[in-house]
């Protein structure tokens, strides 16, 4: 019964996003980061199984390359603490995939207590937020040129509803670090730099979401050891999704044929949702995020208003 509450497709919610999906992906070619482990790989071998060339990007090099061996792609790592990594990530796939159609940005994770990146950025932010911002918009000239429309897909998160976006403090200095907050607000980012990109990108052939993916068996809470012990026992495990259930969302999203309704939009599950946090619709707040984190990740040129 409890599974149940977590797994929309048990208890049969509607699925608002067209059903209409490209099931054959025979040269197309998808990128997934965080594709060595958990929802990441579980989406990498759907991608794989319908004929796409998978880019699988993983931090862990046995992980990424067995990943990749399994499902015949090309592994390529990255770690997400260090900016001029991800560049090289950018300049490695760009010399590689003459197309790119999708981009699924759903590294991420967070962390126990306060920890820098090289950058000198709060990690959970750089992992989940610049660090993808970056890499989108370093192949969102490449995506542009996608014969048939490419798709950005961002892992997000339902806990978003309780983030708070303060322009100010994206570092989370001073005192009182709260590794959820942190988290939570790290996925608002998420869900509002998808809408700004939906509207950066409205006219070109990019479309944009993202999705929070249920509550997930995954390692997602290795850094922290109180989330380990709770989503370690067998009770949780056993109301959990599997990895594989939780990438259904992600590989609808990435090859549903029609985007009209959602281009931006935040799915929970496959189900088109109004936030709740107040911030994510406002649109003031996203061209701010938007210019901030393009400041922060040294970009100096980004796609226009
Ligand atoms: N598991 C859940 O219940 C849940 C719920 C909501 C959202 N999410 C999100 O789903 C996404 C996938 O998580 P998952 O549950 O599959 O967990 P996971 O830990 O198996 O996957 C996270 C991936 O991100 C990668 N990653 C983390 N830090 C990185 C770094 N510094 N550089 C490069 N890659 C890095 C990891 O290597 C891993 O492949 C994450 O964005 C997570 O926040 C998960």
């Known amino acids: 019964m409890y599974a149940s509450l977590l797994n929309p497709q048990i208890v049969g919610w509607s699925i608002v996003v067209s059903d209409r999906v490209k099931t054959d992906l025979q040269g197309r070619t998808v990128v997934v980061t965080g594709a060595s482990s958990g929802i990441g790989a579980a989406a990498a071998r759907r ?131 709260n590794w959820r907050r942190v988290y939570s607000t790290a996925k608002l980012a998420t869900v509002v730099l998808t809408q700004e990109l939906a509207r950066r990108t409205r006219d070109t052939s990019v479309t944009a979401a993202c999705f929070h993916p249920g509550v997930v068996a995954s390692n997602v809470a290795r850094d922290s050891t109180m989330m380990r012990v709770l989503m370690g026992t067998r009770l949780a495990k056993a109301m959990m999704s599997t990895p594989e259930q939780g990438a259904e969302p992600l590989v609808h999203l990435a090859t549903t044929a029609d985007m009209s309704t959602g281009n931006g939009a935040y799915f929970n599950r496959l189900v088109h949702e109004k936030s709740a946090n107040a911030q994510a619709a406002d649109a003031q707040l996203a061209q701010q995020l938007w210019e901030r984190s393009a400041q922060l990740t040294g970009l100096t040129a980004t796609p226009g208003v």
Do not use: C
């Open 47 to 177: 991608f794989a199984e319908r004929g796409a060339e998978v880019a699988v990007v993983g931090r862990s090099p046995e992980r990424t390359a067995a990943l990749a061996r399994e499902i015949g792609a090309q592994a390529h790592l990255v770690d997400y603490g260090r900016l001029t990594d991800v560049r090289r990530l950018a300049e490695e796939l760009l010399a590689r995939y003459p197309r790119i159609d999708v981009l699924a940005n759903n590294a991420g994770g967070f962390f126990n207590s306060r920890k820098e990146s090289e950058d000198g950025h709060e990690l959970t932010f750089q992992v989940n937020v610049l660090a993808p911002f970056l890499l989108t918009n370093l192949l969102l000239d490449r995506l542009a040129e996608a014969p048939d429309g490419a798709r950005v897909v961002n892992t997000a998160s339902m806990d978003h509803g309780k983030g708070h976006l303060d322009l100010d403090n994206l570092n989370s200095a001073g005192g009182g670090y």
